[in-house]
């Protein structure tokens, strides 16, 4: 849901997802004057609570303690776009904008602004979207945890911290798989990597009460993927040896790195659920993933005759030629096209790599997009366009592969970081010293992880119009995962309920991550003394303001895109 407002010199856009609220600010030239910053004070409507925001920066010689926060109606947060990351999913808010003028310790309120909004419940039709909380890596978790992995707690406490960091995906992946519940029911599943218990247990679950299940899982014989599965499936047969019944090795081709389940009642398909997920602890409670729920019919009809062809484990040849029959290269940006898309891999040639940079390249306001394992060429030239369209990247690292290709890259993604109307995000977490405030956070959850961050693949152009794309799967905007790989993406036109929950996730964790990155490089800096830049200090006087009013500055482009101007 959105909202906007402007009165009396002050605007306020609000874009309201499942469990993200992001707002933007302007301000006339003449109530910018003497401006300290904003309070934000929340109403919450369905839980009868009223109370003002809070964060994590003061001014000087405020002293908050490590991890401490302060209302914002005495430390304001100095910038034009914020987010409240609390907000639960089906409430009714309102927010109220304050500009907050005069000196520290004596503000005085400007003119207020109040936006209603309502959150996205995560339950719909078509479409379920659910994010884990994707950054175990953050004060909030020090704080009530104590910064220990989950493996290393017990009881309640471990109960509690996979909660925390799930966020509804873990529970929404076995309810999904627990629609199977009976004769009649079927499950088709394609998974990279099937090794956490509880899904294992589901199924086993779902196969007693009489549905029919039937499990595809990476299985290259001697690769470490393969190795893992069986090992976790061996395990989970010795409390249930039918597992091992349900769960099949796809053994030619490249990665088969799906991530879906397609479920059928009495043989007809009825819904798909995709995304980026791994049934792993990692994937399901460490780094950024999503789940996505189709309930459509034609869809997942879709996908169940892509289930049926891999899972005859054909060899690449065999699968490009099918693709070219059943599912062809989508039609090209702008053309008619329907609400819904189901994308398959692998292809032969580039053809849908170049499919999705023109969708990408066709965006007229904004773009979104994650990358796991790096930029392809064709986003960087997309990325490094000089016109006025703001786009973000959000990635887990810069690339992989050699060093030189790595330090190659470094380069060449930096360059479009200098681009005004670009921000990029580079996973990281806050590394205490002794003059910090901050609580030390954990980078990973379990020894040794092939992602830290961020693994989801999303997309989305232009996610504020009438007609926003959005593309999510588990395809890597790369070669590989369209002509190689064995893969699914869907993508979705027009649907502006799904665009808003993808954006507030995107926004939550690029501001997260951006934060880290900058504290990061900072401290590694030798030349200088890191006590010097204080990231935790407020400005005392209203020279903050000077980049969001800089159109040489991407703050310019934030200022007006999220204050929903442009």
């Excluded at 873990?170 to 990279?192: N, P, Q």
């Excluded at 929950?501 to 401290?523: C, D, K, N, P, T």
């Amino acid at each position: 849901m959105r909202a906007w407002k402007s009165e009396d010199g002050v605007t306020v856009g609000a874009i309201a997802g499942t469990h993200v609220v992001t707002l933007g600010f302007d301000l006339t030239s003449a109530r910018r004057r003497d401006c300290l910053g904003f309070a934000v004070h929340r109403e919450d409507h369905s839980e009868d609570e009223a109370y003002w925001m809070r964060g994590m920066k003061s001014f000087p010689g405020v002293n908050l303690g490590p991890g401490g926060e302060a209302s914002s109606r005495e430390q304001p947060f100095q910038t034009f776009q914020w987010a409240d990351y609390s907000a639960k999913p089906g409430h009714e808010y309102v927010y109220t904008v304050v500009p907050l003028y005069g000196k520290p310790g004596a503000l005085r309120e400007g003119p207020e602004v109040k936006v209603a909004v309502e959150t996205e419940i995560e339950i719909g039709n078509p479409h379920s979207v659910f994010f884990n909380r994707g950054s175990v890596a953050t004060q909030e978790y020090a704080r009530r945890f104590q910064d220990k992995k989950p493996s290393e707690l017990s009881g309640e406490a471990q109960a509690a911290a996979y909660g925390w960091l799930s966020r509804g995906l873990h529970e929404a992946l076995l309810a999904f798989i627990g629609r199977a519940a009976s004769k009649g029911w079927s499950l088709r599943g394609a998974m990279y990597e099937l090794i956490w218990p509880d899904v294992l247990e589901a199924l086993g679950q779902a196969a007693k009460q009489g549905a029919e299940v039937n499990v595809l899982y990476h299985g290259i014989p001697g690769s470490k993927t393969a190795l893992g599965n069986e090992a976790a499936i061996d395990e989970a047969a010795k409390s249930d040896a039918k597992i091992k019944t349900l769960c099949h090795p796809r053994t030619t081709g490249a990665l088969m790195h799906n991530k879906f389940f397609v479920l059928s009642k009495g043989k007809k398909p009825v819904a798909v659920w995709t995304g980026s997920t791994n049934a792993t602890e990692s994937g399901l409670f460490g780094h950024l993933n999503c789940g996505h729920i189709v309930e459509d019919a034609n869809v997942a009809a879709e996908y169940l005759a892509y289930w049926e062809e891999i899972c005859t484990s054909p060899e690449n040849k065999a699968e490009r030629s099918w693709m070219g029959e059943n599912n062809p290269r989508p039609p090209a940006p702008g053309a008619p096209s329907e609400p819904l898309t189901a994308v398959f891999s692998p292809h032969k040639g580039t053809s849908v790599l170049e499919w999705y940079a023109e969708i990408a390249g066709a965006a007229k306001d904004a773009l979104m997009m994650s990358f796991a394992f790096g930029m392809d060429k064709r986003f960087q030239q997309i990325y490094s366009r000089d016109d006025k369209v703001l786009r973000y990247a959000l990635m887990d690292k810069v690339a992989t592969g050699r060093r030189t290709y790595v330090a190659e890259q470094k380069k060449k993604i930096q360059a479009i970081r200098n681009r005004p109307n670009v921000v990029v995000a580079i996973g990281n977490r806050i590394a205490t010293n002794s003059f910090d405030r901050w609580l030390h956070e954990l980078d990973r959850i379990i020894p040794h992880p092939n992602v830290r961050w961020v693994h989801t693949k999303f997309m989305l152009a232009d996610p504020l119009s009438e007609e926003p794309v959005t593309i999510t799967g588990s395809a890597n905007w790369s070669e590989a995962s369209t002509n190689e790989n064995t893969e699914n993406m869907v993508v979705i036109r027009g649907d502006k309920r799904v665009a808003d929950i993808y954006l507030g996730e995107f926004m939550r964790l690029h501001s997260h991550y951006a934060f880290r990155e900058a504290v990061s490089w900072r401290q590694s800096k030798d030349d200088e003394d890191p006590r010097e830049w204080r990231p935790q200090d407020l400005i005392r006087d209203p020279s903050w303001q000077k980049d969001y009013f800089d159109k040489g500055n991407e703050r310019y482009w934030r200022r007006l895109y999220f204050s929903q101007q442009i």
